[in-house]
């Protein structure tokens, strides 16, 4: 059911020409320990500019847009809900265009899902991702993650985190990275 869903949205954004990554408990699955997941998260390298060129591939997809009102939620979130209505998946694309979204979209690791690549985020962008969501459950996505990929490029995520500690009130991403990982 995911396999297919990803592959028929890799193959729109692809179309669209929409730089995107997948993120999220999808990105889990490939680099972590299985877990039960019941949504797609993908980060999408445009800002809100581009939500009609999004709403279209959605439309091609055979997606289902949740908001009724979709676009003040969009301008307000950065993220646009939608569904499958074959398989009730739910999938939600996030709009983003900052300098760190840019890199790890660069970054992204094409899959092969049904001979078809789906880029999926780097070990160390999903970290990054995880350790600033901070959840129970994403810093248990983080360790099983580290524990499948000890050798994932340190400095970059150090450099990341450290930037995010910087920038956003509270931070404390780099104290927390360094928590889990032993360091």
Known sequence: MFEELLVRIAKALKAADIPYMIIGGQAVLLYGTPRMTKDIDITLGVSTERLDDVTAM????????????????????WVLPAKDPGSGIRVDFIFSF?????????????????????????VEDVIIHKVFAGRARDLEDVCSIILKNPRFDREYLTKWLEEFDRSVEGGGFLDKFNEISGA
């Open 58 to 77: 959605s439309d091609a997809v055979g997606l289902k847009i949740l908001p009724e009102d979709y676009r003040p939620f969009v301008e307000e979130t």
């Open 98 to 122: 900052t300098p760190y979204e840019r890199q790890a979209i660069a970054r992204a690791n094409p899959i092969s899902l049904e001979d078809t690549p789906v880029l999926f985020a780097s």
